[in-house]
């Protein structure tokens, strides 16, 4: 079985700091991992993914991810938050195994103060 | 840029009502996919399709839900008799591979309020 967990389920930050989302994951076999962002009322939409290439994964807007497995986390980063990154992060961990059957954690809300 | 549609974005039913959430996934996407998301809870997996077919469910997926694609473009999620707590975000998407280029590519969501 896998499992996710993100630590946080708010997060607020200031415009232009670090924005840290975290996210471990459990599985027995090597994992696909992914993050999702949802806007309001809209949709998930794929940040980044991790397929088992490079571990460091950019992604779009600016975020990246590091694939750790000694420490299981893909934990999510942005150098410089802005206003339109208010938003609920989503990560997910699926495998070869499991095909497209994604486990997602239980989301990470994000604020930006400005 | 193709996107995965869903209708009705938001649906309001009587306990014990049928209700069909429609899907519209990407053209040339061969894998659909039901997930849902109850109210503070996480996404979860409901149900994947493939040729014609369910491919995988949960323990959530029971005799109440079905699936089908009635035409070549349309995707359907079905509950016979909605209970309080099918009350929840429900998600589509579609992708056209699996494993590593099977990325899932999700509808906005249709969000059904049972009463």
């Known amino acids: 079985a896998q499992s996710v967990t993100q630590l946080g389920s708010h997060v607020s930050v200031s415009e232009g700091a670090l924005v840290l989302l975290r996210c471990n994951y459990s599985?027995?076999?090597?994992?696909?991992l992914f993050w999702y962002v949802q806007y309001p009322n809209q949709g998930l939409q794929l940040l980044l993914k991790?397929?088992?290439?490079?571990?460091l994964v950019k992604g779009i807007n600016g975020f990246e991810a590091e694939f750790k497995k000694s420490e299981t986390s893909f934990h999510l980063t942005k150098p410089s938050a802005h206003m339109s990154d208010a938003a609920e992060y989503f990560c997910?961990?699926?495998?070869?195994?499991?095909?497209?059957?994604?486990?997602f954690g239980g989301g990470t809300r994000v604020l930006v103060k400005p | 840029e193709p996107e995965v549609t869903q209708t009705p974005s938001h649906q309001v039913t009587q306990m014990g009502q049928e209700v069909i959430l429609r899907c519209v996934p990407i053209?040339?996407?061969?894998?659909f996919y039901w997930y849902r998301q109850i109210l503070g809870q996480k996404v979860e997996f409901l149900v994947s399709?493939?040729?014609?077919?369910?491919?995988?469910k949960s323990e959530i997926f029971d005799d109440q839900f079905s699936v089908e694609r009635p035409d070549g473009s349309n995707f359907t999620l079905k509950i016979r008799s909605t209970k309080l707590e099918d009350s929840a975000m429900y998600f589509c998407?579609?992708?056209?591979?699996?494993?590593?280029?099977?990325?899932?590519?999700f509808g906005e969501g249709s969000r059904l309020t049972v009463l």
């Open positions: 997910a961990v699926t495998s070869k195994a499991a095909g497209n059957k994604l486990t």
């Open positions: 991790y397929t088992s290439a490079a571990t």
């Open positions: 399709f493939y040729n014609n077919e369910i491919s995988e």
């Open positions: 053209s040339n996407h061969l894998y």
């Open positions: 599985s027995s076999v090597p994992p696909y």
């Open positions: 998407a579609s992708s056209e591979g699996t494993g590593v280029t099977g990325e899932l590519f």
